[in-house]
């Protein structure tokens, strides 16, 4: 990967819907040039898809919480990532390590819908032990930063 792959990562990051003409004339190339150029990034999985930035706000789930999640001995750590998929409210999770097994990020319209998956996740998908905090606000860094490093 050259600096013109990254110039165009950093670039499509910040508008995946940029037409190759658009971002051939910033770095300064053709069309076709940077249509080869993206395709083989996405072929080599560099570019995994492009994504829209949802304001949850205006689905009404503007609070956002992180949870520190410590499984009961013996649930299936596959199983729990897998049912995952049917709490609409868990927008993120990553598996641990240390202390906890996973972090899940929820959205949700208010604290009795948390208290619902709460009980949800420890009822149904053997939760043993969770610690959450609220999300106050989320800092822009973008990820285009990792590019110059």
Known sequence: MDRIDRELLALLIRDGRATYQELGRQVRLSANTVADRV???RATEVIRGYHADLNLEAF???MQMISDIRLRDGVDRKGFEAQLHD???VIGAMRLTGDYDFQLRM???DAREFEAVIDRLKSEL???ELRSRLVLHEVPLGL???LEA
């Open 39 to 41: 395709r083989r990034l």
């Open 60 to 62: 009404e789930r503007g």
């Open 87 to 89: 709490v609409p409210q």
């Open 107 to 109: 959205a949700c319209t």
């Open 126 to 128: 053997g939760v043993r």
């Open 144 to 146: 285009d930063r990792t």
